[in-house]
């Protein structure tokens, strides 16, 4: 049976950090609380990020929904403005990649400083025997 989880992140962006505010379960409330902090003097910008989880394949992906940043406008031909509306899909590494990924760097790195060893036990044994044997 595969179990999807969907959750809306509210994220938003003041003094040049993004932090998120809450999380809703529907994504038109989502973006209705997103609206709601962007009018407030004190934030930058807000954003909507739909978090998709799927329980039978452990993967979670994320895709950025809603964007707006106040003063974040763009000229269209003609003169006219148009606030502008990024949005951008993004792929959340599962944990256990992650894991999977940091364990093997640290056993190439293992690898490589045992064989580095190795190698200069070798070379001072051979300088050893030809210098004494």
């Known amino acids: 049976m595969m179990v999807k989880t969907v959750s809306y992140e509210i994220h938003s962006y003041k003094s040049g950090n993004w932090t998120i505010v809450g999380v809703q379960d529907n994504k038109a409330e989502a973006i209705h609380q997103a609206r709601q902090l962007l009018a407030s003097k004190s934030q930058q910008g807000v954003k909507v990020i739909e978090e998709k989880h799927d329980d039978e394949t452990d993967r979670t992906t994320s895709a950025v929904v809603f964007t ?34 940091e364990f093997l760097r640290y056993l190439i790195i293992l690898v490589l400083s045992v064989g580095g060893i190795a190698l200069a036990v ?6 050893l025997i030809k210098a004494f044997g």
């Open 68 to 101: 707006e940043i106040k003063g974040a406008e763009k000229k269209l031909p003609g003169g006219v403005k148009k606030k502008k509306k990024k949005e951008r899909v993004t792929s959340a590494e599962p944990e256990k990649k992650k894991k999977k990924d």
């Open 122 to 127: 070798i070379a001072i044994g051979g300088f």
